[in-house]
């Protein structure tokens, strides 16, 4: 079976002959190892594409990623300032919206405009070439919630979810409608795979009345719209998420992808037989600091307690550290290659 079929079947909830294992985003991991910086690599599609090949070809992640590590690209493009960091990914600097307000005097048909933007959606056509007739190709980006408070400024947006409510659904629904402009692209180059991050919209920054109030709405419409134009979606929430659990599958998401925080043994009793899940070997521990050995046990604990069913996408439990030895990402692949389901 296909890498790629064995990651589909695990979405539809299928038996498979195999565990699913993959890298998750790793764009800064991927380019960074390789001796180039994110910003270097804006508007050169077919070279970041030949770096992910390259680099799968020694992993062999059964999904690669379009995207990962400029998931701040929308607010550059529409006019808000950012900063590359020399190693990692790109941090916004000045938000693109000063007042909610602001919305009207922004353009979202300039997404497109930027070299960069359109330099990732090549990058996702780029690896459907290459390697689509086996591998999942993914793209990544911010959801609703999070590309929010990019756009006005996370600690404006939380202290307006107290005092005014209006403009913060005001931005949201702006936020919305820029995620599907810049998602839906990639859809069209070829990737089936959506993984929308929504890390603003963890339990170590809201509370679950105010995911619900805010977050929960957008992103039900947002994954709505991504499977009419033909996606799959993936939603990744950093931090712990333990008491919204219950909520996730409700949003529209096809897989869940959780952070090293979250047991995965209740995971799998609360959303494993409506959605299949994804993770979640520690990035900041195991991974970057263990030893392969110590990289496969711990990816043998978080299969043992996802069950037996095989509704487990093994993979990091956020992105990777530019500094990830390639040998501890290939002793989590190579353990998850190698369970038998």
């Known amino acids: 079976m296909l890498p790629k079929e064995v990651v589909l079947k695990t979405i539809r909830l299928e038996k498979t002959p195999r565990l699913s294992a993959a890298v998750f985003s790793g ?14 690599l804006l508007g050169k599609p077919e070279l970041m594409a030949e ?17 990962s590590g400029f998931n701040n690209l929308p607010v550059l493009a529409l006019g808000g300032r950012v900063k590359f960091r020399v190693k ?37 056509s780029q690896l ?18 999070t590309l929010a408070g990019q756009f006005y400024g996370v600690e404006r947006m939380m ?7 209006a403009s913060i659904h005001s931005v949201l629904e702006f936020a919305e409608e820029a995620c599907f402009r810049y998602y839906q692209p990639f859809i069209k180059a070829g990737a089936q795979l959506l993984s929308v991050a929504e890390p603003t919209a963890s339990g170590d920054l809201i509370s679950r009345q105010h995911f619900e109030e ?5 992103l039900k419409r947002f994954m709505s719209r991504l499977k009419a134009a033909g996606g799959i979606n993936l939603l990744h929430i950093c931090g712990n998420i333990t008491n919204r659990l219950d909520l996730i599958p409700d949003s529209g998401t096809d897989i869940l992808s959780v952070d090293y925080k979250v047991d995965l043994a209740r995971v799998k009793e609360v959303v494993g037989s409506r959605i299949a899940f994804a993770g979640n070997v520690n990035p900041a521990g195991v991974l970057l600091s263990g030893t392969p050995e110590e990289v496969a046990a711990a990816s043998r604990e978080c299969i043992e307690k996802a069950g037996p069913e095989g509704r487990l996408v093994l993979i990091p439990g956020c992105d990777l550290s530019p500094r990830v ?13 190698n369970w038998q389901n």
């Open 27 to 40: 764009g800064a991991w991927t380019f960074n190892q390789k001796g180039y910086t994110l910003e270097s």
């Open 51 to 67: 770096l992910i090949e390259d680099t799968n070809e020694k992993v062999q992640s059964d999904i690669v990623w379009a995207g």
């Open 88 to 124: 990692g990914t790109m941090d916004v600097i000045e938000p693109l919206l000063k007042e909610a307000r602001d919305i009207e005097r922004v353009d979202l048909d300039r997404l497109g405009d930027h070299p960069g933007v359109a330099g990732v959606w090549e990058t996702a």
């Open 128 to 145: 459907d070439r290459k390697l689509g007739d086996r591998i999942l190709i993914g793209a990544c980006g911010w959801g609703p919630f």
């Open 159 to 165: 202290q307006s979810i107290y005092k005014d409510k």
């Open 214 to 218: 805010f977050a929960l709405p957008y």
């Open 325 to 337: 030895p390639i040998e501890n990402v290939q002793a989590m692949i190579e353990t998850g290659h």
